[in-house]
Structure formats: structure tokens, C-alpha cells
Nanobody, 125 residues
């Protein structure tokens, strides 16, 4: 049974920070490409960041570049999304996803085989 579980979401003021975690069971996460996606009410799900297990390359959406950082801790089978300088437009449900090819993309959801349940991030005063 493969399971990805996100956590770390919550309510934060504009300019604040959160760190999201994605803990995997049933797979060795370091062998997978990992993507973070988000979906706000009434909007399409969009790619935020991803990390390839093949070459270690990362990608970020222009909207979060310089503010968000993706990383992983292989010993804990966990990937993280550090979010700094948060803005109200970052408010979304955030999802992690795993691709067994080891590649990653933020352009589309279709290559990702496994998805977490999502964690809510709300940026508001």
C-alpha cells in the first residue's frame, strides 16, 4: 500500500512562513520524482515545485520562485516545501505527488502515479 501524507498547513499572516511535509509509506521516496501542486477554490490545480530523483534538478513556478524551496530527507522518507514570504494568493490546498520514473514536471499532473490527500494553507490577516 502506497501512501503519501501531507502535513504542516494552517493559517498564517501575509509575509509569514510554513513548511509542508510529505511523508511516504510503501515506497522509497528518493527513487521518485516529487511534485508539489496546489488548488484554490474554483481554480485549476497548478504545479508549484518539483524535484527529480535522477539528476536532482528542481523546478519552480514563476509565482513562487525565490520564496519556496523543495527538499527531501531520505532518512525520514519525507519531502518538504518551505514557503516563505507568503501571500494571500498562495492560499490553496497543497498536494504532493510521486512519479516512479524519477522525473518531475510542474506542467502537468498526469505523470504522477501517487497523490496525497492535501493540506490546507490559508494566508490571511
Amino acid at each position: 500500500q502506497v501512501q503519501l501524507v501531507e502535513s504542516g498547513g494552517g493559517l498564517v499572516q501575509p509575509g509569514g512562513s510554513l513548511r509542508l511535509s510529505c511523508v511516504a509509506s510503501g515506497v522509497t521516496l528518493e527513487d521518485y520524482g516529487i511534485g508539489w501542486f496546489r488548488q484554490a477554490p474554483g481554480k485549476e490545480r497548478e504545479g508549484v515545485s518539483c524535484l527529480s530523483s535522477i539528476d536532482g534538478r528542481t523546478h519552480y513556478a514563476d509565482s513562487v520562485k525565490g520564496r519556496f524551496t523543495i527538499s527531501r530527507d531520505n532518512a525520514e522518507n519525507t519531502v518538504y516545501l518551505q514557503m516563505n514570504s507568503l501571500k494571500p494568493e498562495d492560499t490553496s490546498v497543497y498536494y504532493c505527488a510521486a512519479d516512479l520514473s524519477g522525473l518531475c514536471t510542474i506542467a502537468t499532473m498526469t505523470p504522477y502515479e501517487y497523490w496525497g490527500q492535501g493540506t490546507q494553507v490559508t494566508v490571511s490577516s
